[in-house]
């Protein structure tokens, strides 16, 4: 079961985001150098590593996830990543395959934008030499802006007018507009405390061209975190273009502000390409290698014999890749944007003895990502919908303590839980 928040790939076309989706998961998305290979979105799981109970508690032999791995007390939960097909300037007005790929954002949680940092791509995906990437940032993101405001402005006047009317509040109001985003309440207020008090106050005065604009600017960071992945970072070009990107970007790190809705710390470099042809050897028993690691493995007797021109791709990737950066930095990604969210790891268990069935059976069996500040019955809920909600009496974390209904979940300190019901 993977997690019910999504990660959307974003970006140009031929950006690379259908490598980094095949770099990350199991899909095989279709790649091509030329514009919009990915017609409707694909989707792949991709898996975030979390420190797993089982080891401090003594029972990882017996850890045997229902979904993901567990190796060596790290545990590695699915996440849902969809492929959106690339966007190019001006595709809030219809250019290139228009609205229909802004449209397929509207199921994200949080973002990767993919940019190709080599320069061999232009604005519209197509294949050149000598391209400056350092506007791409800019420009998707002042095209997610538009296509919001774009919807928004064109029944402004109503809304004000029937916000007068029935006498709501701004998060009412913009709440009502935006809920087609999968906007829940609690982000509209963090997007309106954004802004001076005094602007919200005259709410009923805002004007589309100007206060709803800088609403929709708010609304966008607290919406849609974005993590950068500077992609194809083993090209010719890319090592100066990285440096320019690096730089505009460098006083957020120290004033943690967004510009163009990211921050310094939440760009990656990330070779795609390069992860998934490491994967792919991996697989065929060439190599020895786990994503995120900063090297791999060609001396193990189970492995298979290289050619040398197999040997110098490696060696390639080796050198410019793993041994410049610490990693292909796609891992890395995906850690980053689960970390925006500041999902937790929950553990649901039947038994705080065996911390799996009653009998002594696998253990951990289950692991699950919640929101930060869930409660432990909004959990029992969320893990069995009405069922456990209707007939619940009760929870207990290791060591018999008890829980009450209104605890927040913490890692560390009440994140595995055993609930008892009516029916027990």
Known sequence: MASSFVIACVGKP???????????????????????????????IAYYPVLCPCEKLGVSERCKPRHGWCSGGRRYVPVRLLDVA???????????????????????????HVVDASGTTDASGRETRGYDPIDDIQWLRQEVEAWIWGNLDKKWSGVVRRHVAVKATPV????????????PREIVQRALDRLPRDLVNEFSRWEAKTELR???????????????????????????????????????????LLVDGVRLDNIVLTSALGECFL??????????????????????????PLDEKTRRRLETIRDLVLFRYGSTGVQEAIVRAVDALGYIPVYPVKSLATFGAPQQGPAFRDCVLVKPGTTVREFARKLHNQALDRSYAGAET?????????DVIVPGKNNVIKYTTNNE
């Open 214 to 256: 800088q609403f929709v600017h708010a609304f966008l960071d607290e919406r849609f975190p974005t993590i950068v992945a500077l992609n194809k970072i083993d090209m010719p070009d890319s090592d100066k273009n990285i440096s320019a990107i690096m730089k505009r970007y460098h006083s957020t790190s120290k004033n943690n």
């Open 172 to 183: 009412e109001t913009l709440h009502a507009q935006l809920a087609g985003y999968g906007t």
């Open 86 to 112: 690339g966007l190019v300037p001006g595709a809030s007005e219809g250019k290139g395959l228009g609205n229909q790929f802004l449209d397929d954002l509207r199921h994200a949680d949080v973002l990767i």
């Open 279 to 304: 994967r792919k050897m991996h697989k065929q028993l060439f190599i020895h290698y786990e994503s995120g690691s900063d090297d791999f493995s060609t001396e193990m007797p189970s492995l298979k």
């Open 14 to 44: 031929s950006a690379g985001k259908s490598s980094f989706l095949n770099a990350v998961t199991d899909a095989s998305a279709k790649v091509g150098n030329f514009p919009f290979t990915t017609i409707e979105p694909n989707e792949g």
């Open 398 to 406: 290791i060591g018999g303590i008890q829980l009450g209904e209104a």
